[in-house]
């Protein structure tokens, strides 16, 4: 809808403007011939509004006109309408029947609509009349990258080259395909041929420093996009991917000045609005940053990256009593009474949370611990209440229901063996980072605002100890050193691939003692808020394969009591080992606790599970008695369940540019 309403707008202004030279001074003549011609001289220019505003009014004049027809549909195609492109291109193939340049528009049109069954029968359809069209092969290859085969692509794409062998397309294609998958060396490769063939042409030098930004070559980038822009001044991609490599360089007022640009031009470029907030934030002025990405959130409110950086700079840098905390926070307590309306109570859960670091005073912790106690987790819940107490906020409700909760929890396991849950240990101690070589042509420093989030996530994992340490890291190795020094056990880099539709993140998880590989969790997500449950989706992997890992809290006898309970997984009849305290150690590699035989001193099997801790019976193994309260309580799991499977990935912001590429 957004391309029709500026197309309308256009066509408002021209009829306002009565005394002003035409428009289209190439249609003055009025037909439809030179209304079409006009149009296509406006796509030439990749002006798509002015583009389709000209090819409707040929259509008006003859809407039997396929040329037109097929034009409108590839500027529709061009401003995201799919829908309306798919309309007008199925029309234009009733008018020229046969034209497989028509179907290959159409099979453009379904990848991006995600049909990619449909646009798989119209490419098959294509190729059995022309088996080597080149438009068909580079829709195929398109699917194969869609559907997480990118080597099936690059096979596709050097069978092109080889018939193609100067083609400007599929080379700048397979260098893309290729710095995708990290083979840096080929992919410059190809980058360098379009240079040498096309070296007047603003696009290649615009995915020459693309490519090179990447391959974390920031110089070589920043001449390159600076080239794109000599070439043709106010290529809004050149510029934009300019201010980003201004940003990654620390060039900060620059990146800020050409933000400054971007949204002169366009006044809704959250992109741009984004891109200046965050510099600012980088240059110290937090103030202006506040204001800068709150207009942003104007323009756009489901834009996550804006949002999440906007409340960490409001988190970071205002106190306790700023009233901006709590005109945040309503935002994210409406969505949360907006989830528990459809009983969505965790995905509540992450809204009441994310507000009440906003405005940790804010009245709706009481909603939120109702949730905790639809749940069944009434020690969490009378936790909550207490904490309310605490505040000096609590009304003659909040006492009875704490005076309530005291008696039901009077019996409970905690309190009969005169422990409290809260004071157990974490038993993992995980970093989290983002590196600096990976940033998006979508948002800058992605991968740190979606490592925030993911940070922000495991804080409420009572098994795992979230460091507070700095997100952004230059390198691997700095991240590395900073994990390993700060007695991580694991530490997990983040990067994220989007475009304006759907977004993938990675993590990269590597043991903090040696820097060696441990495993990799992927997720893909598509349609509002998918940063937040990709995030929510990294973190369930991330949980999910680590080993259970408890303590001994206290012994009576042959009965053991252990900190983790029901909120844990723990089930009545489980049997776990009993490892000497200290013994075990995170593995060199890959995911999982090693220790010898030698320390395993018993073993516990559950008969009681409570809220947050569980009770069973202790066997010692071997002669002596060796347990002692402080031991590890260790399940490990078999070699099945120790493999999580990491969610589909595909690469967004590799379709967006391979879409782009005219």
Known sequence: MKGRRVIAVCLGVCVLSGGAEPLYSQAAGGSAASYYQAGRNLMVREDWYAAAESLLECLKL????????AALAECYYELEEHDQALSYVRRARTLARGSTALANLEAFILIAMGRLENASAVVAEVLSREPYNKDALFAAAEMDIARGRTGDAISRYQEVIRRYPDDRRVLISLALVLGSVGDADRSRT?????????????????YAAYLDAQAGRIASAIRYAGEALALRPGYAPARSLLAILRYRSGQFEEAARLADEAIADTRDDTGAWYLKGLSYSRLGRHAEAIGILSTGIDMNAHDEFIRIILEDQIISHTPLEDPRRSWWASWHFNRAREYRSRNLGDQALFEYRRGLRLNPYAAERREFAEILKTQKYPARYLEELRFIQDLGVADRRIDEAVEAYNALLADALYRRWGVNPADAQRHWKVAVFSVAAQSGIQHVDAGSAA??????????DRNLDSMSLELRQPSFSQAYRIAREAGADYFLVISVSENPRDLSIKGELFVARTGSAAGTFSIYRAGTDRLRNAARGIVEQFSASLPFRGALLRRRSSQGLIDKGRADGVRAGQVYEVVKKNQPAVQNAGIGLVYSPEDIVGTLVIEQVDEEVSAGTISRRGFFDLITEGDEIILQPQEAEQR???????????????RTLR
């Open 62 to 69: 003859n809407p039997a006109h396929a040329e037109g027809t």
């Open 190 to 206: 190809y980058i360098e041929r379009a240079l040498l063939q096309h070296s007047g042409d603003h696009r290649v030098q615009y």
């Open 644 to 658: 999580v499977q990491a969610e589909f990935m595909t690469n967004p912001e590799l379709r967006a540019l391979l």
């Open 451 to 460: 490592a925030a989030y993911i940070r922000d996530l495991l804080v409420h």
